[in-house]
Nanobody, 121 residues
Framework: QVQLVESGGGLVQAGGSLRLSCAAS????????MGWYRQAPGKQRELVAA???????TYADSVKGRFTISRDNAQNTVYLQMNSLKPEDTAVYYC???????????????WGQGTQVTVSS
């Protein structure tokens, strides 16, 4: 089994910054892509940003230029630096990782428990 533990959420004023962290632990042979999703009340979960094991990144249009995703492969950790936050960024943010637990097994998706980010106007 693999566990993803997120931290760094909270309440911030519009224009402020937050940094989310997500550490993976457990039975890990290899982590492929890692990413951050978010879900606002009454809305579907959406991709915010993702990063491959090689460092290639992708972002939702709504966060380009404001958010930066990075990862530390040695620590099995992914980060999301969020700057110039807006009230519409308010959501529960979930960490996701595509993890292979053994060399003979296929990879599978794991999710963190979510961390609340609230941006006040």
């Amino acid at each position: 089994q693999v566990q993803l533990v997120e931290s760094g959420g909270g309440l911030v004023q519009a224009g402020g910054s937050l940094r989310l962290s997500c550490a993976a632990s457990g039975s890990i042979f290899r982590i492929n892509a890692m990413g951050w999703y978010r879900q606002a009340p009454g809305k579907q979960r959406e991709l915010v940003a993702a990063i491959t094991s090689g460092g290639s990144t992708t972002y939702a249009d709504s966060v380009k230029g404001r958010f930066t995703i990075s990862r530390d492969n040695a620590q099995n950790t992914v980060y999301l630096q969020m700057n110039s936050l807006k009230p519409e960024d308010t959501a529960v943010y979930y960490c996701n990782a595509d993890v292979r637990s053994n060399w003979f097994e296929r990879s599978r998706d794991y999710w963190g428990q979510g961390t609340q980010v609230t941006v006040s106007s």
